[in-house]
């Protein structure tokens, strides 16, 4: 696993041991930050269910002004420590030991973008929920939700709506913004 573009270009990043960490494969990430472009630089960035940390390295990389690491496992914690200071943007980051759903329901902290990768087994519907009722959320904000292919992405979740999808081999990038008021 690697940076895939902005000043951390190329670096290797570690990820934990085992199989409970399944890392955002770098053609995902790749795709991601093309499609996200200019809305991450300079921005808030959340990434929930961090793992090893790839999708936030990725943005603080591509030049978000920070990122918070969120996730619940020991070891994931420390690897991500490690990618976050071996990469150069310790003074830009914070990791924090939650769950997601904890964090979510506890934090004043707002981010024009919230990225959050799942174990497989659970829904998504419920945390796109959560983060569409809670004060996460910057104007113009985005969510976004990596799952597996067999699982859909809702078309609508709380005050979230699904305007783009797409479709690399198993995995699936879900793109929500938060209605406003009215139609759009």
């Known amino acids: 696993m690697r940076v895939t573009g902005g000043t951390g ?10 199989d409970r960490v399944r890392p955002t494969s770098d053609k995902v990430k790749q795709a991601l930050f093309n499609i996200l472009g200019d809305r991450v ?3 808030a960035f959340l990434d929930l269910f961090a793992g090893a940390g790839g999708v936030g390295i990725e943005a603080l990389s591509r030049g ?3 990122v918070v690491f969120v996730d619940d496992d020991r070891k994931s914690l420390k690897v991500i420590r490690l ?6 943007f310790g003074d830009r980051a914070e990791v924090i030991a939650a769950k997601a759903e904890s964090f979510i329901r506890k934090s004043e902290e707002r981010f024009a973008v919230i990225f959050l990768d799942p174990p497989y087994s659970l829904e998504i519907r419920p945390l796109l929920e959560q ?3 809670s004060d996460l959320l910057e104007p113009d904000a985005v969510v976004v939700a990596e799952h597996f292919k067999k699982q859909s992405s809702p ?30």
């Open 9 to 18: 270009r190329g670096k290797r990043l570690r990820v934990p041991a085992g």
């Open 41 to 43: 630089t300079g921005t």
């Open 64 to 66: 978000a002004s920070r």
């Open 83 to 88: 990618n976050v200071e071996d990469s150069g």
């Open 131 to 133: 983060i569409a009722d």
């Open 155 to 184: 078309a609508q979740a709380g005050m979230l709506t699904r305007y783009r999808e797409a479709v690399y081999g198993d995995t699936v990038l879900a793109f929500y913004k938060k209605e406003t008021g009215g139609k759009g």
